[in-house]
């Protein structure tokens, strides 16, 4: 969770990360730490990477998972996130081994120590640096598709059960749920 009262700069939070042994993220002067993940969590994101990269392959796209880090930037703000499931094209810029642009899309799996800065904070962030769809997953079995539609983000759809998840941004891509949530 997040410090109260406490701001920290960017060099504050390199450090930070270089000796925390979990995830760390960045939010305009704010340091979110979560430990690892759950093996649930992790195979959904697993699961969601697999069918990505099988869609995206041979594409001019790529699929990453939340070892990447994503800098948003502008001239007031800075946010450095690690998206759970990400797809990034060639268009991407970079700066070392973090993307400075939007990704196309994000999937966040929902944690219960996350799920505030996810559902507020990073939905707010994401819909003013153009991330163009942004799904939350949560773990009991549905996804909440938000796409970016005139600058402002809409739900455009919420999968559940034995739906099939389409994305907006590559109608193309198409994932039975219960290929991600079989447990």
Do not use: W
Request: some cysteine; hydrophobic content about 35%.
């Amino acid at each position: 969770m997040y410090a109260k009262n406490i701001h920290y700069t960017e060099e504050d939070f390199e450090n930070i990360q270089a000796n925390y042994n979990g995830k760390a993220e960045y939010s305009n002067g704010y340091i979110l730490l979560s430990s690892n993940t759950s093996i649930q969590h992790n195979k959904i994101i697993s699961r969601l990477n697999f069918k990505l990269m099988t869609f995206l392959n041979k594409s001019k796209c790529d699929v990453y998972t939340e070892s990447i880090e994503v800098i948003f930037r502008n001239n007031e703000e800075v946010y450095k996130y690690k998206p759970d499931v990400f797809v990034m094209c060639e268009d991407a810029t970079r700066q070392g081994e973090s993307f400075t642009s939007a990704p196309k899309i994000i999937f966040e799996v929902i944690s219960k120590s996350t799920a505030t800065h996810d559902y507020l904070t990073k939905l707010d962030v994401y819909q003013r640096f153009g991330v163009l769809e942004y799904n939350l997953v949560e773990q009991e079995g549905y996804i909440v598709q938000y796409s970016l539609i005139d600058n402002q983000y809409k739900i455009t759809n919420v999968f559940k059960n034995n739906d099939k998840y389409t994305s907006t941004v590559f109608p193309e891509i198409a994932i039975n749920l219960e290929d991600i949530f079989k447990f």
